[in-house]
């Protein structure tokens, strides 16, 4: 049974994983390039270290920065990025598959723009990450936002807006689904994720009846907090809610961590009860089961 209703997804077996697969482990679906204003690395970079990393599937995900505080803002050019994202998907193909895709800031002040630019350009994408970068307020999640909060005046309106995301149906995954213990100082260290897990259930539900995914982002395995965003914890709640659609990322700025930390994201996957990974097309999910991907380790 299909348990995402709303969202078209189809099951690969073993053995039916798409052609210029065959060494690969995993699909690397968060990674930024040169269209991205905190990235310097170009898209063929990043390819050769995907290939060399294993990684068969990489989906170059941009920031679509909406907030005119960002730095971002006014940067990405989406012609420009999807005419360059096809010119290296032909250069690289029978090598790597080059998926389009893009990082969409989401929050209360920019509901109008971000539809605007959905309705635009949405099926012009493979896969679109929604993530909350910005608080209600208008302020950028950083260490210095914490200063005179507490952890829950953090973390309850954050959710708050990523559950206002999910049920928008404009993006296939979340990214980062528990991003302020990235940016949490010192003082903030002693984040656990159960004093969040009433509030995390609701967001699982939505997601379950919306077809949406959320990431598995690695980057916090190389950086603080030293964890992947989420952790384990909260994937098993999630696949204990009934939930199974996962897609897995690196958040890659640089060439040398694409890949990076994928494999050990299989393994935690497995542990928590979450039987497969997504990859997209055109916006529509296929789950590749994790022993399928196993397999092709060896």
Known sequence: ??????????????????EGQGQGVVFDYHVHSTYSVDCVVRMEESCRAAIAAGVTEIAFTDHVDHVPIDPGFGYYRPEEYLGELDRVREQFAGELTVLRGAEIDYNQGTVEVVERFVGEYGREYDFVIGSVHYMPDGAMIFPDYFSDRTEDDVFLPYLDQVQMAVETGWFDTIGHLDLPKRYAPKTHRDYDPARYRERLLPIFDVMIARGVAFEINTSGLRQSPKTSMPGPAIVRWYADRGGALITT???????????????????????????????FRNRTATQTPISTLRARES
């Open 249 to 279: 990322g690196t958040d890659s700025h640089a060439a040398q961590t694409v890949g990076a930390g994928l494999a050990k994201t299989l393994d935690m996957l497995d542990l928590c009860g979450i039987e497969a990974v997504a990859s």
């Open 1 to 18: 049974m299909n348990a995402y209703p709303d969202c078209d997804v189809a099951i690969v077996h073993a053995g039916a994983v798409g």
